[in-house]
Each structure stands twice: as C-alpha cells, then as structure tokens.
C-alpha cells in the first residue's frame, strides 16, 4: 500500500505556499527575517517528522523559537563577556549591525 501521510518536507512547503501572500506584504528587513524563520523550521525537518502533529506549523514555530531562544542565549552570554572585560561599547556597535 502507498503512503497515508504526506513526508513532512512536503507539508512543510504547503505551509509556505499559505504564507506566501503575508510575506510578500511585509517589509523588506521583516521579510528577510520571515524567510530566516521559515529556513530554521526547514532545518528542523527530522523534530517535525518525530512530532507527529497533525498541524505541521505547532512543529515548526517550535524549531523557529528554539532558534530565537539559541541567539538570545548567545547574545547575552556575549553581553556578559563584554561588561566583565570593559568593551560594552565596541558590543553594542557589533550588535546593531
């Protein structure tokens, strides 16, 4: 018998094709940011597939946080590093950036 069930990577794309009037409505930088997002749920294919959630979006927003939550981890790990050894200001430059 053939498959029941769509592979994730393809559930995975009909999501995208969902959003793809939202995004292209955004601005340039907050679309650069929803395509990063949407690259990170894609990378996460194997947690998704593991899930099992009949809504593949519960899966990806999840791999999307852990993604952000990752970069804030480092981010202030970089901020504490900076304010023991006295260069706050050169950090802060880089951080805006």
Known sequence: ???TVLPYSLVIDQV??????F???????DRE???ELMRV????VQAG????????????SMAMLIHLKRE????KKQIQIANTSGATGELYGKLEK
């Open 1 to 3: 018998m053939g498959r």
């Open 16 to 21: 995208l094709s969902r959003f793809e009037n």
């Open 23 to 29: 995004r292209r409505t955004l601005r340039r930088e």
């Open 33 to 35: 940011a929803f395509d």
């Open 41 to 44: 749920a894609k990378m996460q």
């Open 49 to 60: 597939v593991m899930a099992q959630h009949p809504n593949a979006f519960d899966s990806m």
């Open 72 to 75: 804030v981890k480092e981010i």
